[in-house]
């Protein structure tokens, strides 16, 4: 395991891998015509047709895949009618995100509950509204499942490394080795339908290898579940695919190599799907916000925007780093930048480089933030949710 550890950092390093097919974003031609409507506050401007062109790139890079975009990422309806008519199905975590996707006609049968645990009321909605498949990563959740709905086709989560992710999703949720068998063999008891297998390599990943990890993994899980007596039809990948910002990534077609080579041996009766979320949505969009003050403190200076981490600017508190842009053209400094709520955790970036002749009301645009912005946003201390704009 350590030593396997060491190749995969290896390759998260060898850049040789990145940026060999273009990015696409948002033309920032269309954020200058929104704004010359006026501004009230912050917004997410998306382009459905970048959307679009997203979901044909992911299945034509994977055509053995069944894209099932994950809601959470980005709700809104008009991106979700996007999705749809583009063929890719859906990934739901709570009821509210069943009940927007069953409003727009999706059928029942397209989205996948891949929530590891869900409660007993929310499973009881979604066997009821005719959901079929449901994840599971312990013991106790495939009983749930089980006593709730007794023909519910399962998949179970497993633990798949998540170096080289922006943002790890690793350890809350996924079971390990040691706990597999213990699961498939109280399914054959159950006489249970735990007939798949999943794994999520982490957000923004930018090693393809956990891709391959998870997979090989994923046909040991298949084995052991045939020799108990139970039959695997489905290979969920998850999500994970990254998009640019300010570090190289590893293009959709070079993870591809990875998967379209990993999955080639698996047999046609296994049905291999995947669950994008930043992948389809976040470079569709500019995510805009304006100073509302500066400061100096302590020989610092200080940038408040009308958008913090509880109004969209929330991923970078983990890590994930931004472009940041604005119409100055001053010297870059070090700028403490922070969101307009009086929280103290309310500060988004610290010795961030930015010029030093930004100021009250100026604009910032944040280029490829279609993705956990706006899905993540709050009404705390009373400043409004951002919009979102579709184009
Ligand atoms: C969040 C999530 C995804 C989407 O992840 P991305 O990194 O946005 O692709 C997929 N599957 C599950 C179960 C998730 O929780």
């Known amino acids: 395991m350590q030593m396997q550890n060491a190749a995969l950092r290896q390759n998260v390093e060898s850049e040789a891998i990145f940026d060999t097919h273009p990015e696409v974003s948002l033309d920032f031609q269309y954020v ?81 509950y891949s929530n590891p645990m869900k409660s007993r009321t929310y499973l009881e909605y979604a066997a009821s509204k005719g959901v079929e498949w449901y994840v599971l990563d312990s013991i106790e959740e495939l009983r749930k499942i089980v006593s709730v709905k007794p023909d519910a086709q399962m998949y179970l989560r497993i633990d798949t490394p998540n ?3 922006d943002w790890p999703l690793a350890g809350k949720f996924g079971t390990h080795a040691a706990e597999i068998k213990g699961i498939i063999n109280e399914a054959a008891k159950l006489k249970a339908d735990l007939a798949g297998v999943t794994f999520h390599v982490g957000s923004q990943c930018r090693n393809p290898q956990n891709w391959r990890v998870g997979i090989e993994r994923a046909k040991k899980v298949f084995s052991d579940m045939r020799r108990a007596g139970l039959t695997p039809r489905l290979l969920n990948i998850g999500g994970g695919y990254p998009v640019r910002h300010i570090k190289p990534i590893p293009s ?38 304006r100073v509302v003050g500066t400061a100096t403190r302590n020989g610092k200076r200080w ?17 994930l ?43 910032i645009y944040i280029p490829n933030a279609g993705a956990y912005t706006t899905a993540y946003a709050s009404n705390f201390n009373g400043f409004p949710l951002p919009d979102v704009m579709v184009l």
Not at 275 to 289: I, N, Q, T, W
């Open 32 to 112: 200058q015509e929104a704004l010359k409507k006026g501004y009230s506050k912050p917004f997410l401007l998306v382009d459905s047709n970048i959307v679009r062109n997203k979901a044909r790139r992911f299945k034509a890079a994977m055509p053995r895949v069944q894209p099932h975009y994950a809601v959470k990422a980005n709700p809104d309806p008009r991106v979700l009618k996007t999705m749809i008519e583009e063929g890719v199905g859906f990934e739901i975590a709570s009821i509210s995100e069943l009940d927007l996707l069953l409003s727009l006609g999706v059928p029942a049968v397209e989205i996948y």
């Open 163 to 165: 170096i080289g992710s």
């Open 252 to 289: 959709i077609e070079i993870i591809a190599e990875v998967v379209n080579t990993a999955i080639a041996d698996l047999p046609e009766s296994i049905r291999v799907m995947a669950e994008p979320g930043r992948y389809l949505v976040s470079d569709a969009a500019y995510f805009v916000c």
């Open 303 to 319: 940038m408040y925007w009308d958008a913090g981490m509880f109004g969209g600017v929330i991923e970078v508190t983990e890590g």
């Open 321 to 363: 780093r931004y472009e940041i842009l604005s119409d100055r053209k001053g010297r870059d400094i070090p700028w403490s930048v922070a969101g307009p709520t009086c929280d103290s955790v309310d500060i988004l970036m610290r010795d961030e480089m930015l010029p030093e002749d930004i100021q009250e009301g100026d604009f």
